[in-house]
């Protein structure tokens, strides 16, 4: 919520942050957050009132490049796939860039957008909890010997 908060007061065509080019429907922000780290190392290395002079603008830039490839990649799959309808759950649904750019494909290219109210938009926590509860129901246990961490690909 801070940094759509501040990217509300920001230019979001302030600053250019590179979009990783990650093949087919993947996607992965660890690029786009070193070279935002880097940016901001390098920049306040020669003012150090950089972040606070520039943070709308840098909160705008960088939410609307965290945007723009969720929208691509998305755009991409509803292709491929002929996706005409899309539902945004969790706690990025209450991200304000993020809703406007689903209206904005939703009339662009017909999709039924279904989205949260406002009220709705927080973490997956609950999704969570109600999945174990429901797996405590059943009974649904895993042995006390098994690793936090599973080895087998999802």
Known sequence: PHIDRLAKEGNSQAFRFNKPQIPEFNYSFSGLKTSFLYRLRDEVAKNPDFIEENKCDLCASLQSTVVSILMDKLYKASKAYGIKEVAVAGGVSANSAL??????????YGWKIHLPKFSYTTDNAAMVAICGYFKYLDKDFCPIEAAPFSSVAI
Do not use: P
């Not at 809703?99 to 662009?108: G, I, L, M, N, P």
């Open 99 to 108: 809703r406007a750019a689903f209206q904005d494909y939703s009339k662009r």
